[in-house]
């Protein structure tokens, strides 16, 4: 699934293929994937100008004219790409902006998971999974008593608390291990027996990781390409993920996979040792 940084990447390429393009029709070819009748979509888009794209977490916020914004969610294999009007189009191709230049704005999705909302600019906050989104994983949004004091409300394993997007926003498997691997955290941990220099040190590895990773356009897995149509570079920069009986880069110590929030998960065993409360 894209995480953050794919997400980042695929809307700095749209903005700079479609910003202030304007749409002349729309072709819904999956229907399922949209918030309202594709009639009425089709009809609500038609001659209204993309002013940018912005994002939310995993969410793209296409912002328009009049006052809307159409939410695009990729969900497990979401793509879009741009091309001329007229050209042979891939199979599963979901919909199909047609713009006045000529060219065409097609969002396809192998598996067809992605979904797209259109609202008032006003309700894009009111949507599940945008009313109660955590905060931005920079230094500016994500601060140390933030999660300090969310962290030791929850206790909860860490990796788990990482996931959920109510609490940061952004974080996927991917990154979760990477940044519990940096921070010399066990996966299982936790949140509440966590200590002040380990939030410290995990926040800092979240700033850090993802700022990497989107510029190194994100991380390829399975079939992520963006915008362009390229893949991202960033998985030659990982240390845990996807690394399971390979040794650790710290320690030479053979890393370990096992599921944690119904997710796979790999880890080094000596670098990231479970603790106890730290309270005692």
Excluded at 48 to 58: S, T, V, Y
Excluded at 224 to 245: C, I, P, T, V
Aim: net charge positive.
């Amino acid at each position: 699934m894209p995480e953050l940084p794919e997400v980042q990447t695929v809307r700095q390429g749209l903005n700079k293929l479609v910003k202030r393009s304007k749409i002349k029709s729309v072709e819904v070819l999956y229907p399922k994937m949209i918030n309202i009748p594709a009639e009425d979509f089709e009809k609500k888009l038609a001659g209204k100008e993309i002013i940018q794209i912005d994002r939310r977490g995993k969410y793209l916020l296409f912002r328009l004219s009049d006052d809307l914004t159409l939410v695009s969610h990729l969900r497990m294999e979401g793509k879009y790409e741009v091309q001329p009007e007229g050209t042979e189009r891939p199979k599963h191709t979901n919909v199909v902006f047609h713009l006045t230049d000529g060219r065409e704005l097609r969002y396809k999705d192998t598996r067809m998971f992605g979904k797209m909302t259109l609202v008032k600019n006003e309700d894009v906050y009111k949507l599940s999974g945008l009313n109660k989104i955590g905060p931005e994983p920079t230094e500016q949004d994500l601060k140390f008593d933030y999660m300090k004091e969310i962290m030791h409300k929850s206790h909860r394993k860490i990796k788990g608390f990482l996931l959920d997007q109510s609490k940061i926003a952004g974080l996927g498997n991917i990154y979760c291990d990477e940044v519990l691997w940096l921070s010399k955290i066990n996966p299982e941990q936790l949140t509440n027996e966590l200590s002040d220099d380990e939030i410290r040190r995990l926040r800092a590895n979240i700033i850090k990781e993802i700022a990497a990773a989107i510029k190194g356009h994100g991380t390829t897995v399975h079939s992520y390409s963006n915008a362009y149509g390229e893949a991202g570079q960033f998985q030659n920069q990982l240390h845990a993920y996807g690394r399971k009986d390979e040794k650790c880069e710290c320690c030479g110590t053979t890393m370990e996979k096992i599921k944690v929030a119904q997710r796979g998960t790999t880890f080094c065993p000596k670098c990231q040792k479970l603790h106890g409360d730290l309270s005692d």
